[in-house]
C-alpha cells in the first residue's frame, strides 16, 4: 500500500517544485506531472507529484484528514 499525501504548490524551480503540506514546506520532483503550477493542489508520493487535484477534490481530502488527525489526538 502506498500513501499519497495532499500539497499545494506555493513554487515551481523547472523540474521540482515547493509544495506545502499544511505548514509543512518542502521540494518535490514534478517531472510526472510537468503540467503543475502554482495553486495547484497535487497528490505527493515519495517525493514526486504523482497527480493534480481540484480545489474541491483537495478541500474533500484534508477535511477527512483533519478528522482522523482529530481522532487520533483524543486516543
Keep these: 500500500m502506498c500513501l499519497g499525501i495532499p500539497a499545494r504548490v506555493i513554487k515551481v524551480l523547472?523540474?521540482?517544485?515547493?509544495?506545502d503540506f499544511g505548514g509543512v514546506r518542502r521540494e518535490v520532483d514534478i517531472l510526472l506531472q510537468p503540467d503543475v503550477k502554482?495553486?495547484?493542489?497535487?497528490?505527493?508520493?515519495?517525493?514526486?507529484?504523482?497527480?493534480?487535484?481540484?480545489?474541491?477534490?483537495?478541500?474533500?481530502?484534508?477535511?477527512?484528514w483533519e478528522e482522523i488527525l482529530s481522532i487520533m489526538e483524543k486516543v
Design 14 to 19: 523547472g523540474d521540482t517544485a515547493i509544495v
Design 38 to 64: 502554482e495553486g495547484d493542489y497535487v497528490i505527493v508520493h515519495a517525493g514526486a507529484v504523482i497527480s493534480k487535484l481540484s480545489i474541491e477534490e483537495a478541500k474533500k481530502i484534508l477535511e477527512t
